[in-house]
């Protein structure tokens, strides 16, 4: 299913699909290039963002996750690991790159129109939403906003 629910995906803050072909041994998704690794790495580089930068890249991500769930699409596993960085040439004011957030890995997605609602709770327990981690019944809503 990751591979229908990424195909229903067309916007600028997700990672494009481009091509999926088999191997004897594997399934090879291909994938649009992100030149500038993933926010994990930025972090770890850096140590901590400005407010300026973090509020951009959070804003990107919020775009890549309204899209998703507007497309029906729920991606259940974001994490800095999972959302990679662009460079497409654009400088910040004080000479910094602005980078482009690309929402990727959506092998625990779900759509909610051809599938069940999410039972399992998976993914990294550290980036685990609560509602995810408090509910009690054999299914969550994967796309609940609690606000």
């Known amino acids: 299913m990751q591979i229908l629910n990424h195909r229903k995906l067309d916007h600028p803050h997700v990672i494009i699909l481009q091509e999926v072909f088999p ?5 090879v998704l291909v994938l649009e290039y992100a030149n500038r690794n993933t926010v994990r790495h930025l972090l770890s580089a850096k140590g901590r963002l400005s407010e300026a930068e973090a509020r951009r890249l959070f804003q990107q991500l919020m775009l890549a996750v309204d899209y998703c769930h507007r497309m029906g699409v729920a991606n259940r596993d974001i994490k800095p690991e999972n959302t990679l960085l662009n460079f497409e040439g654009q400088f910040g ?36 939403a609560p509602e995810v981690l408090k509910s009690t019944g054999p299914t969550y809503d994967s796309k609940v906003r609690s606000f």
């Open 23 to 27: 191997t004897p041994n594997h399934l």
């Open 93 to 128: 004011a004080n000479g910094d790159e602005l980078l482009m957030v690309k929402l990727a890995d959506f092998g625990y997605s779900k759509d909610e129109d051809t599938q069940s609602l999410a039972a399992t709770k998976l993914g990294t327990p550290a980036y685990m």
